[in-house]
Nanobody, 127 residues
Framework: QVQLVESGGGLVQAGDSLTLSCAASGGTFSRIAMGWFRQAPGKEREFVAT????????SYADSVKGRFSISRDNAKNTLYLQMNSLKPEATAVYYC????????????????????WGPGTHVTVSS
């Protein structure tokens, strides 16, 4: 069982930057593929970004490509999401999600592929 706890959310203005963190425990972090999803009020949870065990391969939603960056520190069992040039439409609860992967190169971008997730952290971007 993998436990995840997100942090770093808050209220920022459009154009600002924010870095989210996700602390993982209870699993072999270096063998876990990770992802960030978000859920805006009244909407379904959507994919934001994902990366492989090593962090060498990443994938992003088109809406955040070029502005967000996902990374991980396997020594600290921590996942990050650097968010730059934030827009009001980025307002949402951001969830860190995890899944065991049998390969080092597989990326997971679908919600149903992740059996573990944290309680979420709120991000509000004012215009």
């Amino acid at each position: 069982q993998v436990q995840l706890v997100e942090s770093g959310g808050g209220l920022v203005q459009a154009g600002d930057s924010l870095t989210l963190s996700c602390a993982a425990s209870g699993g072999t972090f270096s063998r876990i593929a990770m992802g960030w999803f978000r859920q805006a009020p009244g909407k379904e949870r959507e994919f934001v970004a994902t990366l492989t065990w090593s962090g060498a391969s990443t994938s992003y939603a088109d809406s955040v490509k070029g502005r967000f960056s996902i990374s991980r520190d396997n020594a600290k069992n921590t996942l990050y999401l650097q968010m730059n040039s934030l827009k009001p439409e980025a307002t949402a609860v951001y969830y860190c999600e995890a899944t065991y992967s049998g390969t080092y190169y597989t990326l997971f971008s679908h919600r149903e592929q992740y059996p573990f997730w944290g309680p979420g952290t709120h991000v509000t971007v004012s215009s």
